[in-house]
RNA sequence: CGGGGCGUAGCGCAGGCUGGUAGCGCAUCGGUUUUGGGAACCGAGGGUCGGAGGUUCGAAUCCUCUCGCCCCGACCA
């Protein structure tokens, strides 16, 4: 009878969806899915962020997963302190330059001004080395293998949830080596199995190789990255592998005698990946409708959702709940949506928007029929399934999604690799498309600047073999010594 | 650190110009009917209007200061 109620029934289905499409504003989709997804939460301090139950859980599967690589190739875990003294900080020059304009400070403990200042850990590599200096004496002692998964934190300017937060999880692993070539050699298996862990299990291609020098991290001889492209044509640098070399032995004094008597600085490796992968899944597999998980990951790999008429719970109720059970045992992360509360349709917008890869509806109709009937999130395409198949069923459903998520992120990276071969091309591709752009390069540093000034966009990657066909450096004109891959980013 | 936007119920917002009982939708709680794609109706609860100061008989509203958050750019996983 009133403006407001009109106003509310021609508004209605902008209320229904509750997200802003991925299309219309892909960063407020992407806060948007993560609100209502309940993946995450805002704290009232700035850039600090609660992952919540739902979020965790991804973190918990991503984890779980790397954890046993890291293992299955000898690694093994410890926990290094959370603080680490000014002065061991300030040991690798370039490391502190660095890292000094995002470092939070302890000053203080109780009522007692500290002597020397804590720094909270921004990563572990000086407060590791700083132990590593006293365990390691002998070749004997080599390799040495360690990761531990801790927070750390960074006073950044520019937050978002996942993506870059105050304080986030990560794993960092620190290894030690006899020589150069063993080091390397770890880096690029860590690097390996980055790249195999985000294909296999969160469904994204990677592009993996080297930083140009102006973009590795602060004290490694090389770094090594696995670079994903996000649907708004931004690359994300989703983890890192570095060759530390003889940088920190030195700076922290870790010598070894090797096999011919002598004293010699020790070779070294650090990597990581953070939560900022959860933040890779929602932004490459995600749609309008909100979340989608690649089953590997997915907390919940298929929901039931029992519809619920007339005497339902004394009728439907009973053949889901043995359904759940069945799927339970079977080792899928299914769950049992009997709330009475809500609608089936409610449901199954709620459960779409939380990513859940199947759903599973059992109703009256159904049980009479001895079937199911199985819903794709992808594509939302219904089949009937006999009641006794459902257990394979589910599991070919499930590796069909995960098979077309990665595929279709693949696809999507294909259409936005762009070549340039000289300056205008290259500027043609930042002022009129979006993507990754493969170009040749000098090596020089004013030709990064160059066009980081001119676009906002960095080399993401130095590809490890050069493509003949990019003779000339896209910048200066000069030859080109690699080819490699320009892109705005995160 | 620059540019923009915004702080009013758990969430999303209106009200502000022109000072005078603090409102709407969603959510929540109770009830009835429903339930195969976000159900309908009836009823109820919930607020120091970001904070401080000022003007005024009276401030969510006007003035001054301040704090915080979000988005877009320069730096980083």
Redesign the pocket.
């Known amino acids: 009878m009133e403006k ?2 009109e106003k ?1 029934q021609s508004e209605s289905s902008d ?5 802003t499409k991925k299309s219309d504003d ?3 989709w992407y ?1 948007d899915v993560i609100k ?1 997804a309940e993946l995450a939460d ?1 704290s ?4 600090i962020m609660v992952i919540r139950p739902y979020g965790y859980e991804i973190w918990e599967l991503i984890r779980d997963q790397l954890d046993k690589m890291f293992k299955e190739t000898g690694h093994r875990n410890a926990y290094f302190p959370l603080f680490i003294p000014e002065s061991f900080l300030k040991k690798e020059a370039e490391h502190v330059e ?1 890292f000094a ?2 470092v939070a400070w302890v000053t203080q403990g109780g009522h007692e001004e500290l002597e020397e200042k804590l720094a909270i850990r921004p990563t572990s590599e000086a407060i590791i080395c700083s132990f590593y200096a006293k365990w390691i004496n002998s070749w004997r002692d080599l390799p040495v293998l360690i990761n531990q998964w801790a927070n750390v934190v ?1 006073w ?11 304080e ?1 999880l ?1 794993q960092e692993g620190h290894t030690v080596h006899a020589t150069y070539e063993e080091a390397e050699e770890e880096t690029l298996r860590i690097l390996d199995i980055y790249t195999t862990f985000c294909e296999k299990y969160l469904a994204i291609p990677v592009i993996s190789g080297l930083k140009s020098q102006s ?1 590795k ?2 004290g490694a001889l090389k770094t090594y ?1 696995i670079e994903p492209l996000m649907p708004d044509g931004r690359a ?5 592998s570095h060759n530390l070399g003889q940088n920190f032995a030195k700076a922290f004094n870790i010598r070894f005698e090797n096999q011919n008597q002598e004293l010699e600085y020790a070779w070294q490796t650090s990597w ?5 992968l959860v933040g890779a899944v929602i932004m490459v597999h995600g749609d309008d ?2 979340l989608i998980l690649p089953p590997k990951v997915a907390p919940l790999q298929a929901v039931i959702v029992p ?4 005497n ?1 719970k004394e009728t439907v109720l009973p053949e889901a709940q043995a359904l759940f059970q069945e799927l339970k045992k079977n080792g899928f992360r299914v769950y049992l949506d009997d709330r ?11 459960w ?2 939380k990513g859940v890869p199947v ?1 599973i ?6 049980i009479e029929n001895k079937q199911l ?1 199985l ?1 794709n999130r992808l594509n ?1 395409d ?1 089949c009937f399934v006999k009641r006794d198949e459902v257990t394979a069923a589910l599991e070919k459903l499930l590796e069909e999604i995960q098979q077309r998520l990665l595929e279709r992120a693949l696809d999507f990276r294909e259409k936005n690799t762009h070549e340039a071969f000289n300056y205008a091309e290259l500027m043609d591709v930042f002022d009129n498309r979006k993507g990754l752009v493969r170009a040749g390069w000098c090596e020089s540093n004013q030709c990064e600047i160059k066009i ?1 000034d001119a676009a ?1 966009a960095t080399i993401r990657v130095i590809q490890d073999k050069k493509d003949e066909r990019f003779k000339r450096c896209s910048v200066c004109g000069a030859e080109a010594k690699h080819t490699v891959l320009f892109a ?3």
């Open positions: 407001g109620t509310n209320f229904v969806k509750q997200i892909f960063s407020r806060v209502k805002y009232s301090m700035k850039g660095g304009p995002e960074r950044e300017k520019v937050t978002r949830p996942f993506l870059r937060t105050t986030f990560w973009e991290f602060a990255c994300l640098q989703a983890g890192t990581g990946v953070s939560t900022r409708s909100g519809i619920s008429r007339g339902w009475d509360t809500y609608t089936p349709g409610w449901k199954f917008a709620e779409e928007m759903r509806e059992i109703g009256p109709k159904d009937v819903v939302r219904k980081k906002a705005k980013s995160y």
